[in-house]
């Protein structure tokens, strides 16, 4: 009888616990929307998987928090996380954001600060579990918790539209939908801003990847331009094919400031927080004479 009443206790606590979390997360959205605080909840999403969602996550994280901003990286791709091995974090992971769903800690002692930037932290995503009891409102009141503490918290969005697109996407107020220059991941995000439409959110945008300069300046690839207009959705960044980015990400980047990669990421990292509207430009190295000639010797590597 005694048992039976402390688990009835223990489950009001919990029901309230959970209660109140929807509440500072109202509180925390509505203060947001009126202009008070500055934290805004990205999903960075694709449909089709493997077009750098993760390395756009970690390293818009980087440079978002190199501008002086506090930003959190949650990984919402149960099960095939990799965020943690690309911001190098992996060793340091004491909790994840299961133990945060099941209550195991605070979402606060989950939290892993950055080896490169301390103004960003990495909330870990789990190796296995059962997916279908994490839901888009678990995700809320973990955002809840985390809204008054940071400015940005970006969301790593699993591959597909299936349960996983929609329990990170119903948990955002803002969605940047990353794309390749080819067809196929095309197609893709522009379903995926369908369904985005359904969810009301404040504001979607495109960020191109992977584009490669010499294969557009010879017609052999998308223009950026033509993506815009395909997808009519607003471009707030594009970022070149470069190796450099991947390792870069795992080992920070103090030393190559002048790479092309991390040009590009700057300028979206600032087209972010400023609002402004700067494009690196892919296809400048591969104009002109000397341009011709780096194209005939990028295309013999
Ligand atoms: N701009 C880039 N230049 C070169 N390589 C890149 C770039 N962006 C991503 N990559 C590489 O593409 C591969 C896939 O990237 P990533 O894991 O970030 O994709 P993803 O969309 O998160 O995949 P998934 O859908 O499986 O979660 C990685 O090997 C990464 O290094
Ligand atoms: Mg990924």
Same mark, same amino acid.
């Given at each position: ?120 932290? %990495? #909330?870990? /995503?789990?190796?296995?579990?059962? !997916?279908?009891?994490?839901? $888009? ?5 973990? =955002? &809840? ?101 991947? %390792? #870069?990400? /795992?080992?920070?980047?103090?030393? !190559?400031?002048?790479?092309? $990669? ?5 300028? =979206? &990292? ?32």
């Amino acid at each position: 009888m005694q048992r039976a009443n402390l688990q009835k206790k223990r489950e009001c606590d919990k029901k309230i616990d959970f209660w109140w979390m929807c509440v500072w997360y109202n509180i925390a959205k509505g203060l947001c929307k009126s202009g008070f605080g500055m934290s805004k909840t990205m999903v960075i999403t694709s449909g089709k998987g493997g077009v750098g969602k993760t390395t756009i996550t970690a390293n818009l994280g980087r440079h978002l928090a190199a501008r002086g901003h506090s930003v959190v990286l949650l990984d919402v791709d149960l099960g095939l996380n990799n965020l943690d091995v690309l911001t190098g974090i992996e060793h340091k992971i004491v909790y994840d954001i299961v133990d945060c769903i099941e209550n195991r800690c605070r979402v606060r002692q989950a939290l892993v600060q950055d080896t490169v930037q301390s103004g960003l932290y %990495i #909330l870990p /995503s789990c190796h296995s579990y059962d !997916k279908s009891k994490c839901s $888009g409102q678990n995700i809320r009141a973990i =955002l &809840a918790s985390l809204a008054m503490q940071f400015e940005y918290c970006l969301l790593d969005c699993p591959a597909g539209i299936e349960l996983g697109f929609h329990r990170a996407v119903a948990a955002a107020s803002e969605a940047l939908v990353v794309v390749t220059p080819h067809i196929s991941s095309i197609r893709d995000a522009d379903k995926v801003l369908g369904l985005l439409k359904s969810y009301k959110l404040d504001k979607t945008q495109i960020i191109v990847n992977r584009a490669r300069g010499d294969l557009i300046a010879t017609g052999e690839m998308v223009e950026i331009a033509d993506i815009k207009t395909l997808l009519e959705t607003e471009i707030v960044g594009v970022i070149p094919d470069d190796d450099t980015i991947n %390792i #870069l990400s /795992s080992l920070g980047h103090s030393q !190559k400031r002048n790479q092309d $990669g991390l040009q590009a990421l700057d300028m =979206l &990292a600032k087209n972010i927080a400023t609002g402004d509207n700067q494009i690196f430009d892919v296809t400048k190295k591969y104009s002109g004479v000397l341009g011709a000639i780096r194209r005939k010797l990028k295309s013999k590597v």
